[in-house]
């Protein structure tokens, strides 16, 4: 079985300031990883994807993260935060078997928050 | 027009109605999920559909039931609407083929329960 444990349900960085969002998983296979974004009152965006090969991925919108296998986790970072990145993300892990439930298995969330 | 679109996008409904909430896609793939949302417990499966004929439950299927009417068409039921299943409920589809690339999540319905 998989999981994703997002650490903080809230986080808070001023404008500007380097946004680190904490992902760690377990999974019986290879996985894998997303990050997913939602602004107020919409669906969900992807904002990047771990499959294979490069352990540093870019995404949309200036963020990236990093599979470190040996620590089990695909942290979100951004160097400078800016006031429309404030929203709800959410980590995700697939181990796209197509033995099972192959449907993406969610954190619980964190809540970012840019203050001025 | 959306590759994943759901209706209603937002319903209020009262405790004990069926309601259905329908979801079509436009994008040919072959495996369709429901999810709900709830504040601070992210998105859980309610129950998956890899073809017509296959369906099968997820995380939290009791009080939901579901049907796949054409490889485009997956319906999500509440035959009796009780509070606690007010929440943001997500429509998706799959290609394995495709592999990571192959997700789509519709824009969601919000449904309440009173």
């Known amino acids: 079985a998989q999981s994703v444990t997002q650490l903080g349900s809230h986080v808070s960085v001023s404008e500007g300031a380097l946004v680190l969002l904490r992902c760690n998983y377990s999974?019986?296979?290879?996985?894998?990883l997303f990050w997913y974004v939602q602004y107020p009152n919409q669906g969900l965006q992807l904002l990047l994807k771990?499959?294979?090969?490069?352990?540093l991925v870019k995404g949309i919108n200036g963020f990236e993260a990093e599979f470190k296998k040996s620590e089990t986790s695909f942290h979100l970072t951004k160097p400078s935060a800016h006031m429309s990145d404030a929203a709800e993300y959410f980590c995700a892990v697939s181990d796209f078997s197509g033995g099972g439930a192959d449907g993406l298995t969610f954190g619980k969330g964190t809540h970012l928050i840019i203050q001025p | 027009d959306a590759d994943v679109t759901q209706t209603p996008r937002n319903r209020i409904t009262k405790t004990g109605k069926r309601i259905m909430l329908e979801c079509s896609q436009t994008k040919g793939h072959d495996r369709m999920y429901w999810y709900r949302q709830d504040p601070g417990l992210g998105l859980r499966l309610i129950y998956y559909s890899f073809d017509v004929k296959d369906i099968n439950k997820g995380e939290i299927s009791d009080g939901y039931s579901v049907s796949r009417q054409a490889q485009a068409k997956f319906s999500l039921s509440l035959e009796s609407a009780i509070p606690n299943q007010t929440a943001l409920y997500f429509c998706?589809?799959?290609?394995?083929?495709?592999?990571?690339?192959?997700?789509?999540f519709g824009s969601g319905t919000r449904l309440t329960v009173v």
């Open positions: 771990y499959t294979t090969g490069a352990t």
């Open positions: 998706a589809t799959s290609n394995p083929g495709q592999g990571a690339n192959g997700y789509t």
């Open positions: 999974s019986s296979v290879p996985p894998y």
